[in-house]
Structures are given as C-alpha cells and as structure tokens.
C-alpha cells in the first residue's frame, strides 16, 4: 500500500539554496535548508523542523507519522522513523 503518489514535478528535491522552507498555505517557518539532506524518495528530506511547534503530527501506521503544518493545520506528508541521515534518525 502506498501512502504518498508522485507525479515526477518536485522541484525542491534536487534544491540546496541556503534559506527557510515554508508552509504554502500560511507562509509557517518549517524546516532550515541546514536540516536538508539527500535521499532517495522522490521529496525533499529534512532531519528536524526549526521551531519545536513548526509542525504537529500524528501516528498514521508503524514507523510513518502524519505530518501537517504547526500553524494551520496543511497536510506536508510524512515522518518516516528510523530514515533519517544518520541511523536510529528521523526523515520528515
């Protein structure tokens, strides 16, 4: 079963510009380009978000949380346990 579809149009996967990422909706500071790291999922991956309220989110299945932003509740995907840049890390 699959959780996310991708279109192949993400262009912020391959982005590494020094610089804040934002939520779409409500402009909510998320993620610093200083957490990014390469990944082999089609999505940008951060390690941790910048403000400990930036995002809020909830246990969707073993290992996978659903994550929205901290603000106005906008869906932003998943945090996946244990997938992070270092082992035993966590891959937003």
């Not at 993620?31 to 995002?55: G, Q, Y």
């Amino acid at each position: 079963m699959s959780f996310c579809s991708f279109s192949g149009g993400e262009v912020f996967k391959a982005h590494f510009k020094t610089g804040v990422y934002v939520c779409s909706k409500c402009g909510n500071e998320l993620f610093s380009s200083r957490s990014k790291f390469k990944h082999s999922s089609p999505w940008p991956a951060f390690s941790e978000t910048i403000h400990e309220n930036s995002v809020s989110k909830y246990l969707e299945r073993p290992g996978a949380f659903k994550v929205s932003c901290g603000k106005c509740g906008n869906g932003l995907g998943h945090e996946f346990l244990n997938d992070g840049p270092q082992k035993g890390t966590s891959r937003f």
